[in-house]
T-cell receptor, first 113, second 111 residues
Framework: DVKVTQSSRYLVKRTGEKVFLECVQDMDHENMFWYRQDPGLGLRLIYFSYDVKMKEKGDIPEGYSVSREKKERFSLILESASTNQTSMYLC????????????FGSGTRLTVV | GQNIDQPTEMTATEGAIVQINCTYQTSGFNGLFWYQQHAGEAPTFLSYNVLDGLEEKGRFSSFLSRSKGYSYLLLKELQMKDSASYLCAVRDVNYGQNFVFGPGTRLSVLP
């Protein structure tokens, strides 16, 4: 059963902490994405990557960075967590041409206190 | 830019039929997906439309009209397990071929 795995389902971090969210996919997909999901706002794209060591900003990259050192792993980094980054974070992957849509991970609910 | 609109919430009765609408405005339309998301879980793929018309898959069907910027998801013979959020996502060639997601429609199925 192919899947996208996010390392944590729930995280609680303090303001100012550096936070790492990890995502691993086993489908040999070229593309990987990080979204955050907030009530009434839907899914908003933070960063994406079409290849190893490649990254592109999405709609809301401020306060975030990413790392893709290996094809199967895409990490989201909150350099200094703030309360407005409390959210559900979803990782997704797809084939290069995205013809089959995205496969999503189960999400990480991050609370910054 | 892109703008996708869906009703926020809908309620229907078990065994009934419900239609969830999605309207969009994009500059480079290249396909529309519907996803289902149960509370606390990942979105899962339901359907894909790139040409006008109806795509049927069991109890679920999806319709697309590109000229009207309109799609709907039709759910027949509703079951309690269909209670979930339904996300409309549009692929835009002017958005790096990435998908733009609508806000989602929360469907509640009542006994």
């Amino acid at each position: 059963d192919v899947k996208v795995t996010q390392s944590s389902r729930y995280l609680v971090k303090r303001t100012g902490e550096k936070v790492f969210l990890e995502c691993v996919q086993d489908m040999d997909h070229e593309n990987m994405f990080w979204y955050r999901q907030d009530p009434g706002l839907g899914l908003r794209l933070i960063y994406f990557s079409y290849d190893v060591k490649m990254k592109e900003k999405g709609d809301i990259p401020e306060g975030y960075s990413v790392s893709r050192e290996k094809k199967e792993r895409f990490s989201l980094i909150l350099e200094s967590a703030s309360t407005n980054q409390t959210s559900m974070y979803l990782c997704a992957s797809s084939l290069l041409d995205q013809r089959n849509g995205y496969t999503f991970g189960s999400g990480t609910r991050l609370t910054v206190v | 830019g892109q703008n996708i609109d869906q009703p926020t919430e809908m309620t229907a009765t078990e065994g009934a039929i419900v239609q969830i609408n999605c309207t969009y405005q994009t500059s480079g339309f290249n396909g529309l997906f519907w996803y289902q998301q149960h509370a606390g879980e990942a979105p899962t793929f339901l359907s894909y439309n790139v040409l006008d018309g109806l795509e049927e898959k069991g109890r679920f069907s999806s319709f697309l009209s590109r000229s009207k910027g309109y799609s709907y998801l039709l759910l027949k013979e509703l079951q309690m397990k269909d209670s979930a959020s339904y996300l409309c996502a549009v692929r835009d060639v002017n958005y790096g071929q990435n998908f733009v997601f609508g806000p989602g429609t929360r469907l509640s199925v009542l006994p």
